[in-house]
Each structure stands twice: as structure tokens, then as C-alpha cells.
């Protein structure tokens, strides 16, 4: 393994999550590790782990350690669907840190064998309002609302985040997508805000694409995105859908930032189908890792990190399930760390 330039060790939370989280997660912590990342974890509870133990899916001790360390590496949480049990705790916590900008890069790897190859976009999401925001409420027997809140502080806020990392990543191009033919008003104040900003970012070509349509261009020509700026929810959706064009939510990362604080997670869940078998793909925690690493100014080993996992894609030797092998979790991790 190359030698490492020494850095100061980085206090980082580390939550394990629910369902493969703790599996995929233990593998990214070998990895970083194992790469000459120097973190210093300081393991907290989430979600339904913590539930079971105290009755509280975010404890007190959670948000603390968050405060202190402002960086963290999430698992999945489960959250359960429908009336039943606690609001989601992914939602709180980006509130509760007002983490308002999710980032997921989605890039063809190689060696992974997806509809696409060429794939290379960013998708940007506003991360703390729109219908997400809870405010749901039975009006009449049989009638329910939910509030859709879009406001221009947060428009601005996110639009002002996107172009300035599309600044940085070199884009060309940064695609506001939305639904303003029917919501006028709510996606017409996202729209009129990142048009305002778009004015600022002059090298930057901006333009616009309505939900559906730009659903339908991602999977015929998925190639000709560069940047994507969604609210909440077509943002979910839409960022799914792009982890699709390059092979799967195991190998996707993502990041929710805010000026204070960031938490670094995968995009899939806690894939309840495959928890505690031991084959989830550890890819997607560990490119998380790496985005922790690049955040906190460790480049170092998140490159040598990175260039170790294309090279474990590329040899098509040692993979989990999903990327057609049969390889364990474990298998596939100190294979990644024999490449390093
Ligand atoms: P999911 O992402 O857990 O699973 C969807 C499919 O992808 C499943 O077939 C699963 O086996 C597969 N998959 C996901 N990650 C994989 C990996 N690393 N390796 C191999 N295969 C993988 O989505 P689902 O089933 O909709 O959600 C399950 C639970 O996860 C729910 O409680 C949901 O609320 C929660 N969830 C939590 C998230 C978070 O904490 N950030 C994000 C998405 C869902």
C-alpha cells in the first residue's frame, strides 16, 4: 500500500443503520481505514436499532455527536410505510441540522454492465421542504391533504449550492426539472429563483425540463444530462431513477449538506430482502466514505480509495449478487483492500 501523508485524524459520527447498514458499513470503515483515512468514529444508534433499545428514534446522544463533529457516515434507516410507528428519521435529521442540499453523483463505472455507458451527472436535491415537510392532515372522513411548501429562501438557497458546485465539477450545464404547468405557483417560485441564479453563473448554460419529459429523456439519452436541480420530491424519485442507468442502488453515494454539518449515505435502503445474509454490495457506503473524505480534505486516500474500487469493478472477479457474483460482502471488501 502507498505511504500516506500524515493528516490530523477527523471526528466523525458513524451510524450504522438498520437492515444491510451495519454490514455495508462495517466494510467502509475497513476500507477508509484500510486506504490511510484518518477518522475518528465515535459509533451512534438510529432509526429502529435505537428505538428498540431506548424508545427514541434519534437520541439525545445522536444529535450531540452530530454537533460535535458536524461530519457523519450514515446507513439506512427503516422507516415504516404507511400510518404505523415514528416519522422518518432520515427526514428530522436533515432538518434538525438543516442539511437542505443532497448530492448524488451518477456515473458509469467500469467493468459494471448497465443500460448505458457514458453516464456522468449530478443530481442536486432541495432537501428540506416541498411535500416533505409533514404537514399532512385528514380534512373530511376519507379526504386528506398534504402541503406542499416551497419557499424562496430555500429556492434560492439550493440554487446557489448547484450552481456553485456545478462551478467547481466543471459543468456545462445544470437542468432545473419540475412540474410548474400544474404547480404554478409552488415550482414556479423554484423555477423563478434558480433563473435568477442561473443569470449569475453566466458560463453555465441553464434550461428547463417538466418531470415526466425529463423522466423519459433520462432513460432514452441518459448521456446528454449534466446536472440536475429538483425539489424534494421529484428529486427522490429522479435520483432513483438515475442509479438505475449505471447499474443499481448498491453502487450510488450520496451526501446532505448544510452549512454546519454534512452526512454522507448511500442512496438505497435498508434492503430487508437481503439483510443479514452477508452479499449486500458494499460499494455504494464505501463511495459515501469517500465523498466524507474528499469533504474533510482527505483526497489522498479517497483517490486511492476510488482508483482501488474501479480497478475491483473492472476486474469482474470478486462481486456481491447484484453485480452478477457471488461474492459476500466480506469477500468483496478485503478484495477491494487488496487492490489498494
Ligand atoms: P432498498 O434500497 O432497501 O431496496 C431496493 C432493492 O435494492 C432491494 O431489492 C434490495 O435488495 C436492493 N439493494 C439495495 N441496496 C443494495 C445493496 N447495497 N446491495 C445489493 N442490493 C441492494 O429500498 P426499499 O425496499 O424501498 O426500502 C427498504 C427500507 O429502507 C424502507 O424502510 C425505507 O424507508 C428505507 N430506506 C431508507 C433510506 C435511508 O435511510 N437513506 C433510503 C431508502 C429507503
Known sequence: MARVRATRPQPATLIPGDGIGPEVIAAAVLAIEAAGGRIVWDVQKAGKASFDESGTPIP????????RTRVGLKGPLETQV?????????????????????????????????????????????????????IEHQIAPGVVEAVKVITARASRRIARYAFELARRERRRRVTAIHKANIM??????????????????????????????????????????????????????????????????????GANVGDRCAIFEAVHGTAPDIAGKGVANPLAAIFSGIMLLRHVGQTAPANRL??????????????TPDLGGKATTKKMTERLIALL
Open 60 to 67: 439525545d446522544s445522536l444529535i450531540r455527536s452530530i454537533r
Open 82 to 134: 404507511g400510518r404505523v410507528g415514528y416519522r422518518s428519521v432520515n427526514v428530522a435529521l436533515r432538518k434538525t441540522f438543516d442539511l437542505y442540499a443532497n448530492v448524488r453523483p451518477i456515473r458509469t463505472l467500469p467493468g459494471v454492465r448497465s443500460a448505458f455507458s457514458g453516464v456522468d451527472l449530478i443530481v442536486v436535491r432541495e432537501n428540506t421542504e416541498d411535500v416533505y415537510s409533514g
Open 184 to 253: 404554478k405557483l409552488s415550482d414556479g417560485l423554484f423555477l423563478a429563483c434558480a433563473r435568477q441564479v442561473g443569470k449569475l453563473h453566466r458560463r453555465i448554460k441553464y434550461d428547463e425540463l417538466i418531470v415526466d419529459n425529463a423522466c423519459m429523456q433520462l432513460v432514452l439519452r441518459p448521456q446528454e444530462f449534466d446536472f440536475l436541480l429538483l425539489v424534494n420530491l421529484y428529486g427522490d424519485i429522479v435520483s432513483d431513477l438515475c442509479s438505475g442507468l449505471v447499474g443499481g442502488l448498491g453502487l450510488v453515494p
Open 306 to 319: 476510488e482508483r482501488a474500487a474501479h480497478r475491483l469493478l473492472a476486474e469482474r472477479r470478486v462481486l
